[in-house]
């Protein structure tokens, strides 16, 4: 009944930038925390960054200064500005919405 649809991932060079967008829909009343994981194959899916309702925002450490949370409350909206690229950033990235729901993820790679 909720879903939750990521966009904008995909291939790119290291030091690049990249913007994920993630739309939650249905029939959720509260969107509470929203926030964005990682997983790379064999290894445990990450917490990047979480932002609340009012804005308050957490980093995974290995991402603070490059990557930027933010939200647009009325359009149930999270993004995921994602600047100097590294390598080690390549995963598959997936939405979060309240703890509860997921998105399908999106693949970032990071690549010559």
């Known amino acids: 009944q909720v879903q939750v649809v990521e ?4 291939l790119v060079q290291p030091g690049g930038s990249l913007k994920l967008s993630c739309t939650a829909s249905g029939s ?13 194959p064999g290894k445990q899916r990450e917490l990047v960054a979480t932002i609340t ?12 200064g490059r990557f930027t949370i933010s939200r647009d409350n009325a ?22 919405v309240a703890k509860l729901y997921w998105g399908r993820g999106t693949q970032v790679t990071v690549s010559l």
Do not use: F
């Open 75 to 96: 359009k149930n909206t999270v993004h995921l500005l994602m600047t100097s690229l590294k390598p080690e950033d390549t995963a598959v990235y997936y939405c979060n």
């Open 7 to 10: 966009s904008g991932g995909g």
């Open 28 to 40: 959720i009343s509260n969107l509470s925390v929203m926030g964005w994981y990682r997983q790379v």
């Open 53 to 64: 309702s009012s804005g308050t925002d957490t980093y995974v450490d290995s991402v603070k």
